[in-house]
């Protein structure tokens, strides 16, 4: 069975220090992808990054970054000097990739980040 | 238009009462995904259509969930007989989808309905 598990609830940090999220994701399949959303206040979920699993090339966008790692199981993200604006619940996301799969995402249930001024 | 859109903002309703909650993808998305949020949880799926089609169903929590689709557009989840666990945020995402092993499926999300079944 495929499971995605956050195991920070709720993270505090204070603006500009960085801080990680992680995620360990379980699954057989060997072709799959992973995500990660920003859900802020107002409710809507918004795309962050996907990875494919062919691909352990770790990424930086901004003060953004992933650690994808499949000897561990693991796609870390990373929030560099962080700001007020970063404050929102963070989830990470697994989903099948072969063909005719439906392709519905597995949430963990989200990281709760407060960057406090 | 731009984004998914999704209708209404908010449903307030009473226990036994039937509701139905609209998502309208974004133009050209010919997948669309429902899913639930309860409080302090992660999102749960629901169902999946593929043009106007659900090959499955079984991520739906009960018989009183259903799920149409017409015109490769708008979708409706209908909820019969309301239940207070039916309370939670029901969010609806849509993406292109290409078969092949590296599909996209980028999903974009709407920003919900929230039931509270009173």
């Known amino acids: 069975a495929q499971k995605v598990t956050q195991a920070q609830t709720e993270i505090s940090v204070v603006e500009k220090e960085d801080v990680t999220l992680d995620c360990v994701y379980e699954?057989?399949?060997?072709?799959?992808?992973l995500f990660w959303y920003k859900q802020p206040p107002s409710g809507e979920l918004v795309f962050l990054i996907r990875?494919?699993?062919?691909?352990?090339q770790n990424e930086i966008s901004g003060r953004y970054s992933w650690n994808f790692q499949k000897s561990t199981s693991s796609f870390n993200f990373t929030i560099t000097a962080s700001q007020v604006v970063d404050s929102a619940v963070y989830f990470c996301a697994l989903s099948e990739a072969w063909e005719g799969s439906q392709g519905n995402l597995i949430f963990g249930k989200g990281t709760k980040l407060s960057v406090k001024p | 238009g731009a984004g998914v859109s999704q209708s209404p903002s908010n449903k307030v309703t009473e226990k036994g009462k039937d509701v139905e909650l609209r998502c309208d993808p974004i133009s050209g998305h010919t997948a669309l995904y429902w899913y639930r949020q309860r409080l302090g949880q992660g999102l749960e799926f629901l169902i999946y259509?593929?043009?106007?089609?659900?090959?499955?169903k079984s991520g739906l929590p009960s018989d009183r969930f259903s799920a149409e689709r017409t015109g490769e557009s708008v979708s409706t989840l209908t909820i019969q007989r309301t239940q207070q666990e039916d309370s939670a945020v029901y969010l609806c995402?849509?993406?292109?989808?290409?078969?092949?092993?590296?599909?996209?499926?980028?999903?974009?999300f709407g920003a919900g309905t929230r039931l509270s079944v009173l």
């Open positions: 990875r494919n699993s062919f691909d352990e």
């Open positions: 699954t057989r399949d060997t072709t799959y992808y």
């Open positions: 259509f593929q043009g106007n089609s659900a090959p499955d």
């Open positions: 995402a849509s993406s292109i989808r290409v078969n092949s092993i590296l599909a996209k499926n980028i999903q974009y």
